[in-house]
Every structure is written in C-alpha cells, then in structure tokens.
C-alpha cells in the first residue's frame, strides 16, 4: 500500500483536532468552561458583518442580546401615513450558530488568539443575532418552530475530583432542558444514564430525539419523559455514538456514517417510523458540521471540506434523500491553517424554505490579533435549487 502524502495526513490530523469529543464527557465540560470565561472577557461584537448571498445580495449581521419585548403604547388618535415596508418573513429552520472553534497563544508574550462559537447565538431572518441566555454547563441547542430552545446541561458533580472519564465516570449530571421564548427553564429533567454515551439528534413540538449508546435512536417525550426506542444500533456494534451528526426533519433522519475520510462524506437518510433507509448519500469530501434536512425532508444540505494543497476547501451540496441526486454543489470558503489551528469553517445551517438554505461560514482575519468570537466574523451564504 502506498503511503499517505504529508500534506493530507496534515490535513486529517489538523481536521481532527479541529472536531470535538463527544459531548458526554467532563473534559468537554470543563473545556467549554475555560472557552466561556474567555468569550466573556472579549469587548463587544463588531457593530456590522457582512450578510452574503450567491445572488449577490448583501444586508448587515447585527449582533443583540435577548431581551423581552417593550410594552406596545397606546394606539395615536391623529392621521399617519400607512406604513408600507413589507413584514420580514422568518425562514422555515430557525439558525443556530454551533460548533466551538479554539484558541492558542503563538507566543509566551502575546495575545491568545482564535474563534469561538456562542454557546447560543441565533441567526435571525433579519440578519441580527441574538444571544439566548442558557444556564451554565448548556449544549447542543435546537431551535423549536414556537420559539423554544431544546438543549442538554451538563454539570460536573465532583469538581476538582480526578476521576477516569468517559461514558461510565461517576459525578456527571446531563439533563434535558426546555426553555420558553423568553428563555425561562420549562422543563429539566435528568436523561443520563451511566454507561451510556448520549447526545441531542434534534427535537419538534413533542419529542427530543435522543442518541444513546448501546440503545439507538430514541424519542423522548417533552411532557411526560416517556421514551421509546425508533432505531436501535445493530446487535454486535461497537462503542462509538450511532447517528453523528444527525439531523431529525419531516418523520426523517439523516446521519453521518463510516470513519473521518478526507475523500468521502457518506450519510444514511432513514425513516423515523421503523428505521428503513431511504437512501445512502456520498459527497466526494469530508463532512464538515451543519448537515441539515429541509423542511419537507426532500432534500439536503451537507456542508463539506476537501485538501487544496495546505488548505482546506469547503462546499455545499444540496441531494435529494431519496435517489441521492446532486442538485447543487457551491463553494463556502477556503481555509487555512493558523498556528496548528484550522482557521474558518461552517458554523451552521438552515433552511429558508424547502428549495433555499443558508449556511454559515466564518474565518479568522490575517493576522488575527485576539480571540474572535463567531458573530463578529460570519458571513451568510445562501444556496438554492430550481
């Protein structure tokens, strides 16, 4: 067999040092802890970022934070003129900003500097971001179509306590949470059970769909906290979590499949009732983060990086879940390596509607000069289908 080029053995370290561990585990807790004291000791967000679509588009990204709406004023007695800009449309997928970047300090002297992601930082339609406030410890949100947020806490029972992590270490809490609009906790409910790896696949109205290790897909009811398993693993499968990278769309799932291959994305689209694929889905690339259903489940979007010498060129495919037909294939973004680290990437993705999606891309200026958070340098590409 021949051996691997340096440049893209490189690049598969490089693009796996830029994924993180799974989500179940006390080194991510405390890492993620180490990111949000430095996220807040950054100054404020930049007051404008550029807003790009294909078609050349282009509106400002604003940053805000949460807050509940003004009291409406009494209605005025004397005449106005009719107000005759059109509503702002919200987009069928609501869009989180996720993923968590890094950070490095190049010289003993210097600045720290890199790109992290917001623990949860939406996208609005009008092109403004709001940051939801989320207990500590909060992960994997998912944006419900009434406003809600669906996310896991989790919390380390034992701090300071050496302990040997993974799936079975004692002291770790993990509980399911629902916040309303206004980011009150509705509902908190402990989900972990030890000796099992488990992350958030997605969540509607009525479920969040939860992947345990060692069970499957499972749906786990909102109000009562009833579970039923929709696909189990097969039998003799090995440790690692079922359906990465998951999405849960239209009684459908799609879910990355096989090892990190810097040639290959290989996805398997499946049925929620009974579990029979529809389909196995190849894109000639690595997938990158952001995999998502349209609404109607017909198509979609795989966001996806492959080796360009030293860099990494990232693209959008767009296929039908049911034949697998390519119906769109645009270039994202290029990035580059910066002090070991991998400087930009698809920071998520949503659907405007059933044939239009938008992605987010964001990369580190050269040089960078501090720790940047994703909001201050995201551009929105948008990609469409006839």
């Given at each position: 067999m021949d051996a691997v080029p340096e440049d893209l053995a490189e690049l598969v370290h490089r693009a796996a040092r830029a994924t993180g561990p799974h989500p179940a585990d006390l080194a991510t807790i405390r890492r993620r802890a180490r990111v949000r004291r430095r996220r807040r000791s950054l100054t404020g967000v930049a007051g404008l970022v550029a807003l790009i679509a294909l078609t050349g588009g282009a509106a400002p990204l604003l940053v805000r934070e949460h807050r509940p709406a003004p009291p409406v004023a009494a209605p005025?007695?004397?005449?106005?003129?009719?107000?005759?800009?059109?509503?702002?449309?919200e987009p069928a997928q609501r869009l989180m900003l996720s993923g968590e970047g890094g950070t490095v300090r190049p010289h003993r002297a210097g600045p720290e500097i890199g790109l992290v992601g917001g623990v949860a930082d939406e996208l609005r339609g009008d092109g403004s971001v709001v940051r939801h406030r989320v207990p500590a410890g909060w992960q994997e949100s998912v944006a419900l179509s009434?406003?809600?947020?669906?996310?896991l806490k989790l919390t380390?029972?034992?701090p300071g306590t050496r302990r040997r992590d993974g799936p079975d270490v004692a002291g770790l809490s993990i509980?399911?949470?629902v916040l309303s609009a206004d980011d009150r906790v509705e509902i908190s409910r402990e989900v972990r059970?030890?000796?099992?790896?488990?992350?958030?696949?997605?969540?509607?109205?009525?479920y969040a769909y939860l992947v345990r290790g060692g069970v499957g897909l499972v749906a786990h009811e909102l109000t009562t906290g009833r579970e039923r398993t929709l696909i189990p693993v097969p039998a003799g499968a090995d440790d690692e979590l079922p359906f990465r990278a998951a999405d849960v769309t239209a009684g459908r799932v799609v879910s990355v499949t096989g090892p990190a291959d810097m040639t290959r994305c290989q996805l398997d689209v499946r049925r929620l009732a009974g579990g029979s694929r529809l389909s196995r889905l190849t894109v000639a690339g690595e997938c990158a983060p952001s995999v998502r259903l349209s609404p109607d489940g017909s198509l979609v979007a795989v966001p996806y990086r492959r080796p360009n010498g030293r860099d990494l060129d990232y693209r959008l495919a767009i296929l039908e879940t049911a034949t697998g037909q390519l119906r769109a294939d645009q270039p994202l973004g290029t990035a580059s390596p910066t002090y070991g680290m991998t400087g930009g990437g698809t920071w998520g993705a949503a659907w405007v509607d059933d044939t239009t999606v938008r992605v987010v891309?964001?990369?580190?200026?050269?040089?960078?000069?501090?720790v940047y958070s994703v909001a201050e340098l995201a551009r929105v590409v948008t990609v469409g289908v006839q």
């Open positions: 005025s007695t004397s005449p106005a003129a009719p107000d005759r800009t059109p509503p702002t449309v009434d406003g809600r947020l669906v996310g380390d029972l034992m509980r399911l949470m059970i030890k000796g099992q790896g488990l992350k958030l696949a997605g969540a509607d109205l009525r891309w964001a990369q580190l200026p050269d040089p960078p000069r501090k």
